[in-house]
């Protein structure tokens, strides 16, 4: 057991201290396509705190990919609730995938605006007839001359609303298997034959869409990766969603939070933290949250040190994780009685109404991103090596 | 970085199941729970691999490993369901005696394996029916319950004020009380105004041991628990029923996914907590009690989960399962059950009175 990262990263840690003592007055920007919001991106870019591997070229800060200085800012940020840099599907999701399998093109197209806030995209993966079984996906897309055209649907989209660009899976080989069948397409929001509905979720926002395709003319060589190969292209960065669902620095943040209210809200007269009923449920969840805490220790040390694995470690962090956010929510909105229903514009919201707003959020995430029954299929058939169920053809 | 366990940590570990694997199989497990035969020779084979004497200092005639490693034995002990007095007399005993800097001749016999000392701490954790220790004039009356180690030659008792005594077995009346687990000894213990030694009247001492054996039990809970985990899934991929086998039911994978996902990330915990003890004092505490809760909770789950997947056989005596399910039982109870461990977690953090 060696938890020191060594006196190179401390002293680093240190930089990264002194720059959140520094900007310990920002404010987390408020909406995606802010002013503020790109400006505090742009800032930490610069000072390396954010696309931190990604090449100057693409506007990155083009650091040597070294995940102990990614974990150092990571947790240094969480400890001191510091806002963090833009996120969205397009900054967490296209881009690496256009760093490991796009064309120079494509790279000097998409990344740089992409990392500025300037490029907003969404992710079509989702169909009516296509959530768990994603590979049963039948919005197509057929070449005609130098075109791709798509006709079909996608749903769930997050944010498409607000999106410029999406990145979507699209059936292009109806005749092959169905995972050989699929390609990865870029396309612009405001291309002709698009149509997009909003969905309002159980939070009462519409953060996810309906959106529809009819005839959608898209060129030929907006195709990432080759035809056919699509799913192999999502799969390729589909984990690195996953673990960034449940991050346990955040939990833990959160919990001190929990503690904070709990010390502050009264019931009876009584503080919330002199009710041995609620203390109970609070130190159970913070056991849970420790043991997760050391769980993602020890992810990070597998990926450190080559002689060492982990894999059931890092496979049961989605499932984990997101469960043990959604009850830590809850716990806040128990102990709370009458005033932890509170929403939308009443006056005796905590926290900004985030108790309730959370404890929703992460029941989607529970279904979002591989539902937590997916996550159960693939530890017990991969990480178990128990068997398949038998297939049923149809 | 690396978190995790070290090369020597991993042999040991190695050599300690292979050991167990050689000389410990279920059978020999059933001859000690059933009073066939004692967990002497048992006893007498973990000695010639040192592991009385693993916490005992090497100039005292031990191996001078720490908590960590203890830990890494107390994983191989569980897995195996290895009769044993380990925690009493490898884990609290040197515990005490090194911290309190009392009778340190003892060690030597200790790590010899030619004496086993009990312990009887329930008075200061939480005295349960009609347990009481009374001390007066250097001599100890009352009685404890539920001390650990039948057929140890010495105890060590805590006092409600965390004081600690040393008797003899000799001089009390020992009495075995027999619980579900029978891989543990446990018994009550008569002092009629027997000598006592004190060993330490230090809170902080008591505390120490108490903290190490908790997470050293939750260590023998993660054992008992992986195997459980193991055989589970072992047995479901063979099992057939309606032409297939269990394992293809999305209900059993899904109980086999959840008991991983609910132990995986104690072994990190269990680690860490031992790392702790040692290393990192400022969280040790805090990080003992809640090993030890979780642990409790989790052993309790994945013990009833795994037996269900074994179905009618999961409930016979003839697999044994019950074994391990009853060792995770027994390591829940003792030394402080989850509820209360919490309770003490909240006032390390000053969250309780
Ligand atoms: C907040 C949120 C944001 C999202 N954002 C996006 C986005 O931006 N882009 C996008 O493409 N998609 C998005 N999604 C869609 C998400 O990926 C799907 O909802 C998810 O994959 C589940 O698909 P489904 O909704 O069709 O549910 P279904 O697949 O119909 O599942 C219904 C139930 O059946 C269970 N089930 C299905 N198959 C199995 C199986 N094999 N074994 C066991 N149980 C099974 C599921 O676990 C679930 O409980 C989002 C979803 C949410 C909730």
Request: proline share 4%; charged share 25%; net charge negative.
């Amino acid at each position: 057991m060696e938890l020191s990262f060594g006196p190179e990263y401390e002293s680093f840690r240190d930089e990264v201290r002194d720059f959140i003592t520094k900007h310990k007055d920002q404010q987390a920007p408020s909406g995606a396509g802010s002013d503020a919001g790109k400006s505090w991106q742009k800032t930490l870019i610069e000072a390396g705190y954010t696309a931190r591997t990604i090449p100057k070229e693409y506007g990155g800060f083009g650091a040597e990919p070294d995940m102990v200085k990614s974990r150092i800012i990571n947790e240094e940020f969480a400890t001191a609730r510091m806002p963090g840099g833009l996120g969205g599907q397009g900054i967490s999701m296209l881009i690496p995938t256009l760093l490991e399998l796009g064309t120079d093109e494509q790279k000097e197209q998409f990344i740089k605006p992409t990392l500025h806030g300037e490029m907003v995209w969404c992710q079509g993966y989702s169909e009516p007839g296509a959530g768990s079984d994603l590979a049963s996906l039948r919005t197509s897309a057929v070449l005609d001359g130098d075109e791709w055209v798509i006709n079909g649907s996608k749903i769930w989209t997050s944010t498409a609303h607000l999106a410029h660009w999406m990145f979507c899976l699209v059936r292009t080989e109806p005749d092959a298997p169905k995972h050989n069948g699929i390609s990865f397409l870029l396309l612009r929001m405001d291309t002709p034959g698009i149509e997009i509905r909003p969905l309002v979720d159980m939070t009462m926002n519409a953060n996810f869409n309906e959106v529809f395709f009819t005839d959608v003319r898209v060129p030929k060589d907006q195709i990432v990766g080759r035809r056919g190969q699509g799913w192999q292209v999502a799969n390729a960065i589909l984990g690195h969603e996953r673990d960034s669902l449940a991050d346990p620095n955040a939990s833990l943040t959160r919990l001190n939070s929990l503690i904070d209210l709990m010390k502050t809200e009264t019931l009876g007269g009584e503080r919330l933290i002199d009710n041995p009923l609620y203390r109970e449920r609070l130190m159970k969840i913070q056991g849970r949250a420790m043991a997760m805490r050391y769980n993602d220790m020890h992810v990070l040390s597998s990926r450190l040190n080559k002689d060492q694995e982990a894999p059931l470690a890092r496979m049961i962090t989605k499932l984990q994780g997101t469960e043990l956010r959604h009850e830590l929510e809850a716990l806040a909105i128990d102990a709370m009685g009458e005033v932890g229903l509170s929403f939308g514009s009443n006056p005796y919201l905590r926290g900004g109404g985030s108790w309730q707003y959370q404890f929703m959020y992460f029941l989607g995430l529970i279904i979002g991103g591989g539902t937590n029954q997916i996550q159960k299929n693939i530890i017990s058939e991969r990480g178990l090596g128990m068997p398949k169920e038998p297939k049923i053809e149809k | 970085m690396r978190f995790g366990l070290s090369e020597e940590q991993t042999l040991l570990a190695d050599s300690v199941t292979r050991f167990l694997a050689d000389n410990v199989p279920l059978d020999e497990v059933r001859k000690v729970a059933s009073g066939e035969s004692s967990d002497a020779a048992v006893w007498q084979g973990l000695t010639e691999l040192g592991v009385p004497g693993l916490l005992i200092p090497e100039d005292h005639g031990g191996v001078g490993l720490g908590s960590l490693d203890a830990v890494v034995v107390a994983d191989c002990l569980g897995a195996n369901v290895t009769p044993s007095p380990f925690l009493s007399s490898a884990v609290i005993a040197p515990t005490v005696l090194v911290a309190a800097g009392q009778r340190e001749d003892l060690l030597g016999s200790l790590a010899g394996g030619e004496i086993r000392i009990g312990t009887a701490f329930g008075e200061a954790i939480g005295a349960r029916v009609d347990a009481d220790v009374k001390v007066s004039g250097g001599k100890l009356s009352g009685k404890s319950l539920f001390a650990l180690d039948t057929h140890a030659d010495h105890f060590l008792v805590a006092t409600k004020g965390k004081h600690v005594y040393l008797v003899n077995a000799s001089d009390c009346e020992v009495t075995d009380l027999p619980t579900v687990d029978r891989t543990r000894t446990t018994c009550e213990i008569k002092y009629n105004n027997v000598a006592a030694e004190l060993i330490s009247d230090n809170p902080d001492v008591f505390t120490e041991a108490l903290d190490r054996a908790r997470v050293v039990m939750a260590a023998d809970t993660l054992g008992a628990a992986q195997h459980m985990i193991d055989e589970a899934v072992a047995y479901a991929k063979v099992r057939e029923q309606f032409n297939r086998p269990i394992a293809t039911f999305q209900a059993v994978k899904h109980m086999c996914a959840q008991m991983t996902a609910d132990l995986e990330p104690c072994r990190s915990m269990v680690w860490y907590a031992g790392h702790a003890l040692d290393n990192v004092p400022e969280e040790a505490r805090l990080l003992a009690c809640h090993t030890k809760a979780h642990l409790a909770e989790v052993g309790r789950s994945v013990s009833k989960t795994a037996t269900e997947v074994h179905g009618g056989m999961g409930f016979t005596d003839l697999l044994g399962l019950h074994y391990w399910f009853k060792r995770c039982g027994f390591n829940r109870q003792m030394l402080g059950v989850p509820e209360l461990v919490r309770e003490e977690a909240a006032r390390i953090q000053g969250l309780a009175a």
